[in-house]
C-alpha cells in the first residue's frame, strides 16, 4: 500500500494506492463518501458491494414503513407518503 496525497486548486485529496496480485493499481480515496451516506444501500448496490447492501436495504425499508407510520402532519395522503419516502 501506497499513500498519495493530490493538491486541487483548493484541497489535497488523499489515496491509499494498492496492486493486486495480476499488478494492477488501484487508488482508494481517504476519507467521508457523501453518496453512501445518503444513498446507502442503492450506493452499495452500485459499488457492488452485495453483502453490505443484504444487511442496510432491510434496516432502512423498516425505517421508512416506521416513519410513514408516525403520521406525519405535513403528508395527510396515505399514498403521497409512499411516493416522497421513496424517492
Given amino acids: 500500500m501506497l499513500s498519495v496525497a493530490v493538491k486541487g486548486v483548493n484541497t489535497v ?3 491509499n494506492v494498492y496492486r ?4 494492477i493499481y ?3 480515496k ?3 463518501c457523501w453518496p453512501a451516506f ?3 444501500s442503492i450506493w452499495a448496490l452500485f459499488s ?3 453483502v453490505a447492501a443484504f444487511f442496510i436495504f432491510p434496516i432502512d425499508f423498516l425505517l421508512t414503513v416506521a416513519g410513514n407510520r408516525s403520521g406525519d402532519p405535513y403528508v395527510s395522503d396515505p399514498k ?8
Wanted: proline share 0%; net charge neutral; hydrophobic share 50%.
Fill in 38 to 40: 445518503f444513498f446507502g
Fill in 20 to 23: 493486486d496480485e495480476d499488478g
Fill in 13 to 15: 485529496r488523499k489515496f
Fill in 26 to 28: 488501484e487508488a482508494v
Fill in 48 to 50: 457492488g458491494l452485495w
Fill in 80 to 87: 403521497l407518503r409512499w411516493v416522497i419516502s421513496a424517492g
Fill in 30 to 32: 481517504k476519507g467521508w
